[in-house]
């Protein structure tokens, strides 16, 4: 591997994209540069030369790399940082929130939070690993989302105020979370063949298709609240989340179904959305004995 394909190597490790598109990006500059690299050569210089001198009029391989990133998928690794980065510091200030205001520290929950942040951030530091996988990427998120929500419901013992504070910062990193995974749903099909109305409908799918999502968590987290609040903590209160698990599960297939069958891909996620939380009602029902 020569100089030039190093640099192009370097660029790609700045960028999300799947493997065909990091195919035809590379072979694109590959040309760009090694057509400059011959007139170089056709000058006088030397290969290794002509090969700096490509590289050097370029310019250096993170700050295209980025900049190509921002083209094709802009905005995407700020909200990695930004939902990661807030999810760490709410970790912190939380922690010295229970250990100096309430006198409660809980490490345990400290580890969990710094770690659901970490790995956040690390997507957004090393997103040619992280991002070409939309729906691991897309997972990892939901973790996080899921995470902060049920923070949010488990503030009781706060004060009015600090419930209020503490809960509007985490809806603003889950809103944020949100916004993530419906354009990051969006990017992982490739260009929409047809017209701008199909392109349309895709959009309104995925809104719709995501939207499923933040009901079911938003009323698996009400239900876990309330279990937790009137009974206590017990295993049978997390059941409430395995209609967050079945609809996770089934996101992967709605990612590439949508593109293809929008309008029955909205159906069948509205089915299996209100399967798992009927199948969920059921099983709470048989556990606490009708």
Avoid at 274 to 288: D, E, M, N, Q
Wanted: proline share 2%.
């Amino acid at each position: 591997m020569n100089r030039i394909e190093k640099h192009v190597e370097e660029i790609l490790k700045q960028m999300q994209s799947t493997e065909c598109e990091r195919e035809e990006i590379r072979e694109e500059l590959l040309s760009h540069l090694n057509e400059a690299k011959s007139d170089y050569i056709s000058e006088g210089l030397s290969e290794k030369q002509a090969e700096k001198k490509v590289i050097a009029a370029f310019g250096e391989s993170n700050r295209i790399g980025q900049g190509l990133q921002e083209s094709m998928y802009p905005y995407q690794r700020g909200l990695l940082y930004f939902i990661g980065i807030s999810t760490i510091l709410f970790g912190f200030i939380f922690y010295l929130h229970l250990s100096f205001v309430i006198h409660e520290p809980s490490p345990v929950w400290l580890v969990v939070q710094l770690l659901s942040g970490s790995i956040v951030t690390l997507a957004a530091i090393n997103i040619s690993t992280f991002g070409r996988y939309f729906y691991l990427l897309n997972a990892l998120l939901m973790v996080n989302i899921i995470w902060n929500g049920i923070n949010i419901v488990s503030m009781q013992g706060l004060s009015q105020w600090q419930a209020l504070f503490f809960s509007i910062y985490l809806l603003i990193v889950v809103g944020m979370g949100f916004v993530f995974v419906f354009r990051n749903s969006y990017y992982s099909t490739s260009q929409v063949d047809g017209k701008h109305q199909k392109q349309w409908l895709v959009k309104f799918s995925y809104i719709m298709n995501l939207l499923y999502g933040v009901i079911i968590i938003v009323l698996s987290l009400f239900f876990l609240w309330s279990i937790l609040f009137f009974a206590g903590i017990n295993k049978q209160a997390f059941i409430t989340l395995l209609p967050i698990l079945i609809w996770l599960a089934f996101y992967k297939f709605q990612m590439n179904f949508i593109a293809k069958k929008p309008v029955l891909s909205l159906a069948t996620g509205l089915l299996v959305s209100v399967s798992a939380l009927v199948l969920s009602f059921i099983i709470l029902r048989i556990s606490y004995g009708g």
